[in-house]
């Protein structure tokens, strides 16, 4: 049976869906900034929206802006330092291969946990120039047909009180056009990278000093 998973567009902002989720027993679970390009084979003049996301190859850039309420996972050990050299590589094997980039899109995309229901993940995309989007799927509807899982979707997300723009979804590529190049992309991962491990250091060695200020008082 066919996994269905619903990405649409909602209406709202991002700190009105936060609070609606915060106030309906979800918890931020992690917070990531993403950057993915998409490449369609250059004689493919197909660009209708509901097959064309399948038919492109992409190459994404994922790093952690929080930390995993998963207390098990490193959130430090996710972290990748990028570079051109070996972006590009990645980049001219596509290239080299009938492929045209078309899109590039910068989200980020904060992951709401249920805390009731466990399988239960709200992604909400907030994606740079665009639109907010919310991406779901639940594993306790697997085995059901694929209308029928999407019907349950979309009635798990709208009994949370967010609103759907467009149960057929928009056109996420109307910004079709609008690319990164390598370098614009490497240079974006890497100040969000660097963000991270500063505000990380800053945290321990805070930690540290206070752990020692403490210990002084100690009887």
């Known amino acids: 049976m066919a996994v269905v998973e619903i990405e649409l567009p909602i209406k709202g902002n991002k700190d009105d869906i936060d609070k609606l989720l915060l106030n309906n027993g979800f918890e931020v679970f992690h917070k990531v900034i993403t950057i993915t390009s ?3 084979l250059k004689n493919d003049k197909d660009m209708n929206h509901y097959t064309l996301k399948s038919r492109c190859k992409r ?3 994922v790093e952690p802006l929080s930390k995993f309420k998963n207390k098990n996972q490193n959130y430090i050990q ?4 990028y570079n051109v050299k070996r972006c590009k590589k990645e980049e001219d094997m596509l290239l080299n291969n009938g492929y045209e980039k ?25 994606i740079k120039d665009d639109c907010l989007m919310i991406a779901y799927d639940n594993k306790n509807y697997y085995n059901l047909p694929e209308d029928q899982q999407r019907e349950k979707l979309i009635n798990d997300v709208c009994k949370y009180g967010i609103e759907i723009i467009g149960e057929k979804n928009l056109d996420r590529f109307k910004l079709i056009g609008k690319t990164l190049t390598i ?3 490497v240079d974006k991962m890497n100040y969000y990278v660097k963000k991270i491990l500063s505000k990380d250091s800053f945290c321990d ?5 206070l752990k020692d200020f403490v210990s002084k008082f100690k009887i």
């Open 183 to 185: 370098e614009e992309i």
């Open 205 to 209: 060695c805070f930690k540290m000093k």
């Open 78 to 81: 996710c972290i990748t330092k």
């Open 38 to 40: 998409y490449y369609k």
């Open 102 to 126: 078309i899109y590039t899109d910068e989200k980020t995309d904060y992951v709401y946990k249920n805390i009731i229901e466990e399988d239960m993940y709200f992604q909400i995309q907030d």
């Open 59 to 61: 190459l994404r850039y």
